[in-house]
């Protein structure tokens, strides 16, 4: 089995840190960007198997990114994990529509994010 790919876009660079060190020893190649464009730029470069983005950005925020994404027929099946500390009905509500996968809030519990990595990848 070839190792899945994921990118985790997300302006803390503690959590891009501790995110990317969960998955990695936990057998996944893991790239990042710290912001929506940035992110871009890596799914054009190197399309994942999953993303873990934030929603609240500098710049391009999670939202206009998925929207981006979705309307590129090579991206719109991307899988995407919303990692937030933003947890009110209205963004849980938006993220439903733009169709992601899950919406994890902050503080992030590793043992969630990699039972998400895993149940999603392994589909």
Avoid: H, W
């Amino acid at each position: 089995m070839s190792k899945k790919d994921i990118l985790i876009i997300d302006d803390s660079n503690t959590n891009l840190v501790l995110l990317e060190s969960l998955l990695k020893r936990n057998g996944y190649s893991v790239f990042s960007a710290t912001n929506g464009r940035l992110g871009l730029d890596m799914v054009n470069k190197n399309i994942p198997d999953l993303i873990f983005l934030d929603i609240k950005m500098p710049g391009l925020g999670g939202f206009e990114f998925i929207e981006i994404l979705k309307r590129n027929e090579d991206f719109k099946n991307i899988p995407v994990v919303i990692l937030s500390a933003v947890s009110d009905r209205e963004s849980i509500k938006k993220s439903q529509e733009l169709g992601v996968c899950d919406y994890l809030t902050k503080p992030l519990s590793l043992d969630r994010i990699l039972n998400t990595a895993r149940n999603i990848l392994e589909e």
